[in-house]
DNA sequence: TATGAATGAGTATTCATTCAT
DNA sequence: TATGAATGAATACTCATTCAT
């Protein structure tokens, strides 16, 4: 049972929130993973059921905790926003500024080219997924590097943070559907940051071409 | 019950097929119509009754035309790739060869950010919806598109086919899902052109940024 | 398979609905049936599944012909009440004008005694099952026989409609619930007959006590 | 947490049981008060979830005092009773004999319209609640009120007791259903008040008609 | 060939009851 | 003894697909 579980401080309930008994949070996270393993690999339209089997629990326990499909996606999905903000994060503080938001771009499209990843899919079934605030600490981290990579000169000053996560979506959701490969994803990446790159500044690390 | 019916060659079956009479082949294109206007509004999750209510036949009508769902949703595409190939094939003979692919990534991005297109939502069905030769076509079409822009010096020389759909493929995605308005489609499309313009043809018509 | 067969009349579409195939009308009819034998014995609280099997169809002809399990109590309610209706206005033309409400309460109470009808249980699960229409009917129906009746000099003239019905429901009730034998059936519908009764006429015909 | 605790003389256990420790007892108290009120608005179905979150325990504490959900309904009706009885007693030792019947059934139908008690709703779930001795209890009780009214000569000679019960019955699962204002009660109750009395105290005290 | 009624497996969700903490 | 998490059977409803009319 070595799925990739969430990192705890993703999953912590939002502050006031009781405190769950051990077992149950154990098992909480064992949902949590199963759906997100479940889900990324069969879409949303997964059943709650085989989330259940894939957990090693009753289905009544899936549904205890999350009383609703709707409310498990959005556990999900607010999870990995929240490693994703994280993940900002800690690029935003790191010594080479420029290359920050290139960084951050590049390792969400590998990760979507990886698994079928419940970003994507969630959009698709036209489910409303009210995660509203996780998705803006996400907005948040991104603008920051954002702003460190224009000051640091590697990133055109008349960018804005809306065409930049437009570029990410849809980057993110081409690799996960058409699955390409590395190969392709550095080449077509590397399309999309000269096309960011101030022209004093094109042809850079990032732009080499096969 | 006359609904626009799509233009016959973009429904032709493949070379082989038996001729219907003409009033199967009139239902085949009426229920094709219906399916995309359905689909397209509902994602493919829709019911196939709706589908046949909307085409205003009986559902054994509609298996009997596609006798799966699957088949359904891969005549659409066809349909829709024999469309784009079509239009492909235009622009390739049209006069502005410089502009001729960065015109039909735009029109292609505006159409999927108009209507819930099916073209999204078939990948994400996971589907496998063996529609190779028609795809075939049109990277055919598109290859011939990039090779006139090419050599028009709008394109540069190092771009490959497969970097283009893959930007055309989740432009196209990302525009669907997150529903880019007009503005945000112009500025993030402006971006992607920048990247593939080469150095001594930067700052483009194409790329003006607010 | 000789259970009670609603009325063709009470059963017949409301005029303007299309008319069903012989078959589909056939199973309409065996469903209803089965689902009144169903919810009359178990009450409404048995499942649709059991409603099928009785009715030798599967689940989804049920839910075809009534896609919901409240349309398929209020199908049941509304035939209830036509055949009701029906009988009212059958006593309403009657000869014997003075017993004519006390000959329909007393038949009411009977058959609210044998089976378990749904009449009363629908009001017990709390769910709203708009027959209004249906059920002004029958209203009328039954101020009909009161109205005759008065004038007969067989009821008071100072009785309105609503107590009757009043009693009507508590006295079905009771019967249905506390499974009131013949006897004491007749001996508590004599107590409320002398109640309806005006002075001059009290120690009728239908008051005879033990 | 002090919900309106039932009085002890209601809730005593039948004799036999091994008495309780204090904090268990009011426990004991405080679900069955809870139930009541839970039962009594939502009807019998209401979960027995809701039961314990209304008491302030935890669920596994109502199954300890109450190991089916028929147990608990089954002690609520018993609370019910004895209430009832008590009060029956009570009217049974007051000065007007001759009104104490009537009285007595005016106050229970004034309950059921009121609140949709838990009675009439038992009755209706199919569920044999087995509980005979209380309900004989009651039965003695009503009986000796019946005795008084008939020696007092407001009430005719030749009705028994079992007539006065169905129409206690039918009345007020009528009430609790029908939702009947206290007019319409009044006049019901007057309707079969008149016809419990002898010929010459009709048109007695309650037989007043608009 | 078209119709549309019937099928029945599948899905989300509830809830009485059990049992480890 | 109290807690409340886990269980899992049951239930209403959907929908792709089949087949008699």
Redesign the pocket.
Known sequence: MTSPKPSPEATSDPTGTKP?????R???ERILAAAEAVFAEKGP??????V?AHA??????????F??????LQAIMKDLLARLTQEVDTLATDDAPGEALFTFITRMVEQAAQKRTVVGLLAETGIDLQVADSVQLLREGIEALLTRSQQAGTVREDIHLDEVIALLTGLCQGALHAGWDRDLQRRTLAIVFEGLRPFEARGGAAGTYS
Chains 1, 2, 3, 4 share one sequence.
Do not use: C, W, Y
């Not at 339209?45 to 085989?50: H, L």
């Not at 009383?67 to 498990?72: G, M, Y």
């Open positions: 769950l008994r051990a077992d149950a154990r098992n909480r339209s997964a059943s709650t059921d085989e259940a090693g629990v009753a289905i009544g326990t899936v549904f205890k905790h009383p609703t499909k709707q409310a498990l």
